[in-house]
């Protein structure tokens, strides 16, 4: 079409003489004018927040099932430490830690289901990793769990050490670091081994249990899970060995900078909250803080920043009364009260010899 005007345009520039008798205007440059008058312009591309606001509920993506991270009972009822921070993203965002549809997703189906809309955040103890951070179109907004890669084995196998399992078939799920680990390892070491591939957690159990493969490799926090599960749990140990760094974190898809920032503050302020002392049963009592930093955090001090990023004023302080802070999460799902038991090691405060940490809040 403007190849067309372009046309027109350049013909009307070289005009026949006055003499010449004057010609009707053109049909089908009449059909072209009034294509223009009414053309329309293009629809407006909602950004994350807004389609959110719009749906009324968070999506996100969480395991198709893993004991202490993700969990659905016989109702349909979540549970689990990365199920806790869709929530508090939830909270954060509607003052309602119920607002959110949890996807629940596979090793190889989960950053496909970010990229293409089906969730919005996914929370999947995936590991941030340069490739997948430059190359996917997704962006880690931080960790909310440092791991490792580990190995569950029989004790009946008298199994000690990685090294001692050349030559075994091994549980492994695709689509992951820890696949990709698995093979890094023993090359360097000069062992061979054999990949039983398990699309879920649960073929994976079910297959171990069978013997079919002789150790399962994971997150050395998804081997407490699944060591959990089994029937004879005694009968199971996990190798002392970690061969990889697992740094687990939320995700996003790339190019909305809005939705990374407000993504990326909820797991800060959540991590600054247990450092503060803020939890949900003390916070109420602390709206009368004279403590600046507790003052910024919950509210009663104005940041301009947060009307900027389209949270509320105290969207902090409703989502640690809602769901509670880092700790809180952590001991709730994974901590000594639980089945797991795991101890927090790395994921202590930084002021406790551990690596979380958050910028301030301020």
Not at 274 to 279: A, F, K, P, Y
Not at 305 to 330: C, D, P, R
Request: proline fraction near 5%; glycine fraction near 6%; charge should be positive.
């Amino acid at each position: 079409m403007y190849f067309l005007l372009y046309l027109i345009a350049i013909s009307s520039t070289f005009a026949t003489p006055q003499n010449t008798p004057k010609q009707k205007p053109s049909p089908t440059l009449k059909v072209l004018a009034q294509a223009s008058k009414h053309k329309t312009s293009p629809q407006k591309v909602l950004s994350t927040l807004e389609q959110t606001k719009k749906q009324d509920y968070l999506t996100c993506g969480i395991n198709t099932g893993l004991a202490g991270f993700a969990y659905s009972d016989q109702k349909g009822n979540w549970t689990g430490f990365d199920v806790d921070f869709c929530r508090a993203s939830a909270a954060a965002l509607f003052n309602d830690p119920t607002r959110v549809k949890f996807v629940p997703l596979t090793s190889k189906t989960r950053f496909t289901a970010l990229t293409t809309g089906e969730i919005d955040l996914l929370y999947r103890n995936s590991t941030w990793t340069y490739t997948r951070d430059t190359s996917l179109g997704i962006s880690f907004a931080g960790v909310n769990y440092y791991d490792g890669q580990g190995f569950l084995v029989h004790n009946s196998s008298h199994v000690n050490s990685v090294k001692e399992l050349d030559g075994a078939t091994i549980c492994v799920t695709p689509g992951t670091t820890t696949e990709l680990n698995l093979a890094d390892y023993f090359r360097k070491h000069s062992l061979k081994y054999s990949p039983l591939i398990v699309e879920t957690v649960q073929q994976g159990i079910k297959a171990y249990e069978a013997k079919r493969c002789d150790a399962f490799t994971a997150d050395y926090s998804a081997l407490h899970s699944i060591r959990s599960t089994l029937s004879s749990a005694d009968e199971h140990t996990i190798l002392a060995e970690i061969i990889s760094k697992e740094p687990l974190g939320p995700a996003v898809r790339k190019n909305d900078d809005q939705w990374f920032k407000i993504n990326s503050w909820i797991l800060i302020a959540l991590k600054n909250a247990e450092e503060l002392g803020i939890t949900s049963k003390n916070i109420e009592g602390l709206l009368k803080s004279n403590n600046p930093k507790i003052e910024r955090f919950i509210g009663t001090i104005n940041l301009p920043a947060t009307t900027q990023l389209g949270l509320s004023k105290h969207w902090a302080f409703n989502m640690i009364k809602m769901v509670g802070n880092y700790g809180e999460i952590y001991d709730r799902n994974l901590g000594p009260n639980t089945p797991l038991n795991i101890q927090r090691g790395l994921n202590k405060l930084w002021t406790e010899g551990g690596l979380i940490y958050g910028p301030p809040i301020r």
